[in-house]
């Protein structure tokens, strides 16, 4: 396929834990903006996978009575099924216990001794092993890091990278690339901590083994962040930067990311490539995070929930528009049943379910199963086709942004829009006045579904599709440039409509709706 090239990549999940609706969140996210820039004619390549290596899969793996690559095989197995689960299209899911992936870390370490970046030193400092991540003693809040997770005291040879020599590079590209860091606020927050002075970064570790070895020293593995980061090129080819996939692919467009990692991503990766004279990538979104019911989602209360278990009940395409639609794409907020229940019966079924069921069952009644013949339009059927074809380039604007609520809701604005004129126009009654204007209305209202479900695809594909289906548009003909050039042919045969989304009945046991 031609077009743009556009690379998109979900953080690599840590196989120490079954995949909860985080981590579903993250890659749905991203898969919806994979599958919009497909449709909008890029050549995407969406990449998703397992970060298998150091000290809390090793700890995990032990715990487990199994070796860590063993352990990793597994774990890594439920992810991928995860991705399956949510109709996810990544086109690769890269694992970092693969050979190609060693061999991609090896080369970037050795880049980075040759150009001086990396040298030998004593670290001494807290370590968590929860975070991966080391803490200075004054970030610490009451001997906890400022996640809140355990710390531990680690004393040993290391190898650093010289971060600090990267401070004003580092300010530099934030300014000349305002767009780098997205949401704003997320921005402010890296610029002041990168302000703020910038120490080396300890970047090997000896006290256990699950990693990467650092070449010519192998009793050190490398830090898992400098390795896990590096995922993003090895999928692309690196170390051969010269070869079809790295130049066509990098440097990366978009690292979706959940707000707990946006320092690794937004400091330490620009740094390690800058260093190793490689392209940075052009934006990093940090999404927010979720409570469940209200609550913190924690091992101790046990409510992480799997999204297995909200597909088997709400539906996946239900859940997928939930996620995107509920909360501004960066926000924090909260997941709860009774707002899944209230988002499904109110935009979905009454929404653009209700819409198309009646207009679909209406052409199928009276219209001999057929796109409608249409006569002169109206203003008012005028005003309405206007509003679909204007959809495109206002939900492009706020999917480019990632701003993927505000693209919903322009969306289901065209869907209101379409149930007043239907009202108005009261088809039911021109079935018995006026055959002629009745088919005229019901052409502008299936030619607006059709703006509709092309559009919705990417949140929801498996729906779009059926609907799609029922409007019996040729399936070369449902990406965004059909918008324009793909309008409903009179007397095409329509299959006979079905509901696509069901009311959710709550049942009597408390569950709020
Ligand atoms: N392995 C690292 C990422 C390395 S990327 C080079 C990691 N993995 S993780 O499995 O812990 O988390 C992955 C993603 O899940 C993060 O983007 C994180 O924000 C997201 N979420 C985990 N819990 C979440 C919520 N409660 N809510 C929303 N997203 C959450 O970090």
């Given amino acids: 396929m031609g077009g743009k090239p556009y690379y998109i990549t979900t953080p690599i999940y840590y196989v120490n834990d079954s995949p909860h609706i985080g981590?579903?969140?993250?890659?749905?996210?991203?898969?919806a903006l994979a599958r919009f820039m497909r449709l909008d004619g890029r050549r995407v390549f969406f990449l998703t996978g397992t970060d298998e290596h150091g000290q809390k899969v090793e700890k995990s793996a032990l715990a487990a009575g199994v070796d860590p690559q063993t352990f990793c095989d597994r774990v890594s197995q439920n992810f991928r099924d995860m991705s399956k689960l949510m109709n996810i299209s990544n086109d690769d899911f890269i694992r970092t216990t693969e050979e190609r992936h060693t061999k991609a870390c090896q080369v970037l370490w050795e880049e980075l001794i040759k150009r001086g970046e990396i040298y030998l030193g004593t670290f001494a400092g807290w370590y968590s092993v929860r975070d991966e991540a080391f803490y200075a003693e004054s970030e610490l809040v009451d001997g906890k890091a400022p996640t809140g997770a355990e710390v531990e005291w680690v004393e040993e040879e290391n190898y650093f990278f010289r971060l600090s020599a990267w401070q004003d590079r580092l300010l530099a590209f934030y300014d000349a690339n305002p767009d780098f860091i997205a949401p704003?606020?997320?921005?402010?927050?890296?610029?002041?901590?990168?302000?703020?002075?910038?120490?080396?970064?300890?970047?090997?570790?000896?006290?256990?083994?699950?990693?990467?070895?650092?070449?010519?020293?192998?009793?050190?593995?490398?830090?898992?962040?400098l390795d896990a980061l590096n995922n993003y090129q090895t999928a692309v080819g690196y170390p051969d930067t010269e070869g079809e996939k790295y130049s066509t692919f990098w440097p990366a467009d978009i690292h979706m990311v959940g707000k707990d990692i946006i320092r690794f991503h937004t400091v330490y990766w620009p740094a390690f490539l800058m260093a190793a004279g490689l392209p940075t990538p052009r934006r990093v979104f940090a999404h927010g995070w979720w409570t469940i019911e209200g609550e913190k989602m924690s091992k101790s209360l046990g409510n992480f929930i799997p999204p297995g278990e909200l597909v088997a009940q709400y539906g996946l395409d239900a859940i997928r528009y939930f996620l995107l639609r509920?909360?501004?794409?960066?926000?924090?907020?909260?997941?709860?049943?009774?707002?899944?229940?209230?988002?499904?019966?109110?935009?979905l079924a009454n929404g653009v379910g209700n819409l198309a069921q009646r207009v679909l069952s209406m052409i199928n009644k009276n219209c001999d199963a057929?796109?409608?013949?249409?006569g002169a339009?109206?203003?008012?059927?005028?005003?309405?086709?206007?509003?679909?074809?204007?959809?495109?380039?206002?939900?492009r604007v706020e999917f480019a942004e990632q701003a993927f609520h505000r693209g919903l809701e322009a969306i289901w604005g065209v869907i209101a829009d379409a149930d007043r004129y239907v009202d108005e126009q009261a088809p039911w009654t021109l079935a018995k006045t006026d055959v002629p204007r009745m088919r005229t209305v019901l052409y502008v209202l299936a030619e607006t579904i059709r703006h509709i479900a092309i559009l919705?695809?990417?949140v929801v594909p498996g729906s779009a599709e059926k609907l799609l289906d029922q409007l019996a548009a040729p399936a070369d003909q449902r990406d965004f440039a059909a918008l324009a050039t793909g309008?409903?042919?009179?007397?095409?045969?329509?299959?006979?409509?079905?509901?696509?989304?069901?009311?959710?009945?709550?049942?009597?046991?408390g569950e709020g709706a």
Avoid at 23 to 31: E, F, I, L, N, R
Avoid at 334 to 347: E, G, L, Q, W
Avoid at 487 to 509: D, M
């Fill in 456 to 458: 919705i695809q990417p």
């Fill in 184 to 225: 704003k606020s997320r921005r402010n927050e890296i610029l002041s901590f990168v302000k703020g002075g910038l120490n080396d970064l300890s970047i090997s570790r000896t006290s256990f083994s699950w990693g990467i070895p650092v070449p010519n020293d192998p009793k050190h593995v490398m830090y898992v962040w």
């Fill in 377 to 395: 339009l109206t203003a008012a059927d005028e005003t309405l086709l206007a509003a679909a074809r204007s959809l495109l380039p206002r939900v």
């Fill in 370 to 374: 057929a796109v409608p013949q249409t």
């Fill in 487 to 509: 309008k409903l042919v009179p007397g095409t045969a329509l299959p006979k409509p079905e509901g696509i989304f069901p009311r959710y009945v709550v049942e009597k046991t």
């Fill in 326 to 347: 509920e909360l501004p794409f960066g926000n924090d907020g909260d997941f709860s049943r009774r707002a899944v229940v209230h988002r499904i019966n109110s935009d």
């Fill in 23 to 31: 981590h579903a969140y993250t890659t749905v996210a991203s898969d």
